[in-house]
């Protein structure tokens, strides 16, 4: 079955702790996202990737860090940088068409639900 | 003015009743458009694409206006279960979607 997972769905933080989010694909997509939910407000993007080993800041990067050393997977680490991890951390995948300037829709993976301890 | 612009609502209707949800954009370049439902909790997922000439899909029938710039979403003979947050989403000609904050809608008995 192709998706997106996203491990684990429930995260605590403790003060001063990095924690590190998982996503993985099995959709053969060349583009993944990061984006961050509050209660009642819309998505925003923490950093995107369209190729492998190259990623790029987003909206609200800063206290967040990625890596893209397979196109399957792009975890998202919340560094103690970042003040107020509390959200619904979303990630997505998109498939990159070429010449082509339409654009193709993402794929969600369920979230993963960050809180501070 | 914000890149794209959705009423937040909630719009409550009863069952069986049309509904419609607008959404304006501001960049003109913009040439991919989508609606996405997401329920409480849950990740959003692509409810319909938005066609140039307008698209339906069962009840649900999107339309773009270029001109005024927006997209809309009308729902017809509404159900129980289409209580959702309706998001639209708009690409302004790179890979980088934007996505409006979303519309809610509460379906009754």
């Known amino acids: 079955d192709g998706g997106i997972t996203q491990s684990p769905k429930y995260l605590f933080r403790k003060e001063g702790q990095n924690v590190t989010l998982s996503c993985e694909q099995n959709l053969n997509h060349d583009a993944m996202y990061w984006y961050r939910q509050d209660p009642g407000q819309g998505l925003r993007l923490i950093y995107y990737?369209?190729?492998?080993?190259?990623?790029q800041k987003g909206d609200i990067a800063e206290g967040y860090s990625v890596s893209r050393e397979k196109k399957e997977s792009f975890p998202l680490t919340v560094t103690s940088a970042q003040k107020n991890p509390t959200a619904f951390y979303l990630c997505a995948s998109s498939i990159i068409v070429q010449g082509q300037m339409r654009w193709q829709p993402q794929h969600f993976g369920d979230g993963t639900r960050l809180s501070i301890l | 003015r914000k890149e794209v612009e959705q009423d937040p609502g909630p719009f409550n209707v009863p069952e069986g009743a049309t509904v419609a949800f607008n959404c304006t954009y501001s960049?003109?370049?913009?040439?991919?458009f989508f609606w996405y439902r997401q329920d409480c909790r849950k990740e959003p997922k692509l409810l319909m694409s938005?066609?140039?000439s307008g698209n339906e899909d069962g009840r649900f029938t999107a339309q773009l206006n270029r001109a005024s710039q927006y997209i809309s979403l009308l729902i017809r003979d509404s159900k129980l279960s289409d209580s959702a947050t309706y998001l639209c989403?708009?690409?302004?000609?790179?890979?980088?979607?934007?996505f409006g904050r979303g519309t809610s809608l509460i379906v009754h008995p």
């Open positions: 938005v066609y140039s």
């Open positions: 960049n003109s370049a913009s040439q991919s």
């Open positions: 989403v708009v690409n302004g000609g790179s890979y980088i979607p934007t």
């Open positions: 990737s369209q190729i492998v080993n190259d990623f």
